[in-house]
């Protein structure tokens, strides 16, 4: 059973606030991973963190940010919200080293704004 | 990462067999050979993983080719909580971008009664 958690699972908010999606893992991986996937599309990597203070973008290039302070939260922020940001967002982490490599995902964050 | 290529979607009777096809011919000596699952609405789900040798856990097997530039994912009897997406995805792992997955279209397993 993966320990790794999202909130808020659903979100409406209108155009222009501040939110911040939570990701927390509670099994000490030092990667964490923020993907991005529309309804019925593919998923893309838009940010990852090797470890503490470390943050990096992924794939898809994304207005949003993301922080490193402590090993077990990663949270994503967005400034000022748009309806361009409407879809869900996943967070993952995974272990280093070995090739057992599995990335665990948390239940995702469903964002909509209007 | 080596491309993979999958069939969109798949349909499979319940309690039967699900082959789930994966081409990749462009892969190294040393990538592996990983498959998720997404069920609808939520996270991805790791399934199982290989290099070269076929591969059995709780949840599937996978055969890979003896030239590597195939593999099939086998749910040996499927049930309707398999409807899912599958992804297979071919990665050096912990390379130097971080363990990062990239997700292709995979294909949609739809399970019926």
């Known amino acids: 059973e993966a320990d790794i958690y999202q909130t808020p699972r659903y979100l409406v908010i209108g155009t222009g606030k501040k939110i911040t999606l939570e990701c927390s893992q509670t099994m000490g991986h030092d990667k964490m991973y923020w993907y991005q996937q529309d309804p019925g599309m593919e998923l893309h990597l838009i940010h990852y963190?090797?470890?503490?203070?470390?943050?990096e973008k992924g794939d898809l290039s994304s207005e949003s940010t993301v922080s490193r302070i402590r090993t077990e939260h990663f949270p994503l922020t967005l400034e000022s919200a748009r309806p361009s940001h409407t879809s869900q967002y996943l967070c993952a982490s995974s272990e280093w080293g070995g090739s057992y490599n599995e990335q665990f995902f948390g239940p995702g964050t469903r964002l909509t704004v209007l | 990462d080596a491309k993979t290529t999958q069939p969109p979607s798949m349909d499979c009777a319940e309690g039967r067999a699900a082959n789930l096809p994966c081409n990749h011919s462009t892969i190294s000596g040393n990538e592996y050979v990983y498959w998720y699952r997404q069920i609808h609405s939520q996270g991805p789900q790791y399934i199982i993983h290989?290099?070269?040798n076929n591969e059995t856990n709780e949840m599937a097997s996978l055969i890979i080719t003896e030239d590597r530039k195939s593999s099939t994912l086998i749910l040996p009897h499927a049930t309707l909580r398999d409807t899912a997406v599958y992804y297979c995805?071919?990665?050096?792992?912990?390379?130097?971008?971080?363990?990062?997955?990239?997700f292709g279209g995979g294909t949609r397993l739809m399970v019926k009664p």
């Open positions: 290989g290099l070269k």
């Open positions: 995805i071919v990665r050096v792992p912990n390379n130097n971008a971080g363990n990062m997955l990239t």
């Open positions: 963190s090797y470890g503490v203070n470390s943050t």
